[in-house]
């Protein structure tokens, strides 16, 4: 009940802050790019890996039943819809939530929140607003890039490994690709990054006992993140196509 | 001014203040001195605005503080954080001069680093210091950077978070110079938490004992290794018999 209270007063006073606009413009800019555009390189490997791993194994499925064919649409639907949400929010779960959770928690710990406070500056509006808001945007064009590369990676393996021509591989991911496969997948991102970055903050906030707290902190944060962004996975999953 | 009236404060099942009073007139010094775990830093956050009481309540300057809007207080008091509490990630110019760079008095870079290095002189450290990062400072160094902070905009009140902590002698003196320093040329009202019985009496003019969430004693900082007070005979000659419960 405790975590629960603390993390509704954690929304709450996120939400009322950002109602009473004090912007940290700096503070949001190095949010963007920590978030953001430090995250690309590590997202961009594992689409990549993932969209070539996702057409040898649809290739070799397909075989089963004489469905080759069908592997560009699988690779491209497979990774705008899932693979490229949520291995993307997965991926930058681990490497922000536990970078946030940490800086803020050692910022606990050391009084340095406490500093924020008696130096006239409200620790929500500086610290956890920028990250949230970079999070909460970030993701979303985090994820289209990965699907794109991910698409790409099982091009790079359709054509050299597989026997497809570039034209059939293209073709037949265009045509069968959907606008809302995309913003499925868009929209997802907007919920994940808005889940890492309030784990990461939430946990950061309440962090206790020194080292050891920090590390139980971050912990938290990264395994909270994970489950809630497989929980809502799930959940935008049957809203957007159950129907 | 500050005064505190009838603080009690409870964590969880443990009392750590009980019916708490102190009153330090505009212009005088300080020092809160007791047992670790004894509740003197819960003080120190309830004048700050960081921790409700639960009963009692705390005036600066006359004016009432408020858990819910710690800003009405806030921009008369400096504070000197025990451990420092200098933000990693900025230089120390901009530590020293933060509220007027990110609070609510705005400051423009350039005369933000200026007054950065007017502030790191009277602390007794050279102009060089100011680029430098917390990380790459001395215990010594960071103190007086903090020090710096909490006086920076001519605050009415400071507070002192065990400023010695962790500092060899000659830091300590140094420290406490500087403290005794500013308190004289800045006619400010200052708190100090410490467990430093030299340092009690190099910067303060008045002692409170804190010991299970009660003041044991008051008087005068002189008076205080002569006294015949239990408390205070056990806690300045650090007897593990008398009244005060070490366990």
Known sequence: ?243 | MIEIRNIHKTFGKQKVLDGVNIFAHKGSSTALIGTSGGGKSVILKILLGLIEPDEGEVFIDNVKVSHREPGRTLSRIGMLFQGSALFDSLPVWQNICFKFLKGTEKLSSRDAKELAIQNLEKVGLNYKVANKFPADLSGGMKKRVALARAIVGNPKIILFDEPTTGLDPIMTNTINSLIREIVETMDVTTLTITHDISSVQQISDNVALLDSGRIRWKGKSKELKGSKDPYVFQFINGKHNGPINVN
């Open chain 1, 1 to 243: 009940m405790k975590v629960l209270r603390n993390l509704g007063q954690c929304v709450n006073g996120f939400f009322n802050k950002i109602g009473k606009v004090t912007i940290y413009s700096r503070e949001i800019l190095k949010a963007f790019y920590q978030i953001g555009w430090m995250s690309l390189p590590v997202l961009g490997l594992t689409a990549l890996f993932t969209g070539g791993a996702l057409a040898l194994q649809i290739y070799a499925g397909g075989s089963r039943f004489n469905a080759e064919q069908v592997v560009p649409a699988i690779v491209a639907i497979g990774m705008a819809r899932e693979l490229g949400p949520v291995l993307g929010g997965l991926i930058v779960a681990a490497r922000v939530a536990s970078s946030i959770a940490a800086e803020i928690g050692t910022m606990k710990v050391t009084e340095q929140l406490d500093a924020l406070t008696t130096l006239s500056t409200n620790p929500i509006k500086y610290l956890v607003v920028p990250r949230v808001l970079a999070a909460t945007l970030s993701l979303p064009a985090l994820i289209a890039i990965g699907d794109s590369i991910g698409i790409l990676g099982g091009y790079l393996v359709g054509i050299n490994r597989l026997d497809f021509s570039s034209s059939t591989y293209l073709a037949s991911t265009a045509s069968m690709l959907q606008i809302s496969d995309i913003f499925s997948g868009i929209i997802k991102g907007v919920f994940f990054g808005f889940i890492i970055a309030l784990s990461g903050c939430f946990n950061g906030f309440y962090a206790s006992n020194g080292a050891e707290g920090v590390g139980k902190a971050t912990k938290s944060a990264v395994v909270a993140a994970c489950v809630f962004i497989l929980a809502t996975n799930y959940i935008l999953t049957e809203a957007f196509f159950n129907s």
